[in-house]
């Protein structure tokens, strides 16, 4: 692994990185979706998933557009 970051472009670190977010994004839709379900209304914590998911969610997608261009010419 470490041999292939070392050669990546930097097209597909921008990918990797938009991975990385989608899936700290899909990680906090789970939690989110865990606290909505819980049954007593007072332990639900103080982390904003939903905040967090938008977040993720939004720039693993702009890192991903931006880096298609660079990993199709690669």
Known sequence: MKAFLTFASEAEIVA???IACLS?????????RRRSKRTSID???????TGLFL????????????SIPGVIRG
Request: glycine share 12%.
């Open 55 to 66: 977040t993720f969610a939004v720039l693993g997608g702009a890192l991903l557009v931006v």
């Open 16 to 18: 990797l990185w938009g």
């Open 43 to 49: 332990n639900v914590g103080w982390v904003p998933w």
């Open 24 to 32: 700290a994004a899909i990680f906090a839709l789970v939690m989110e």
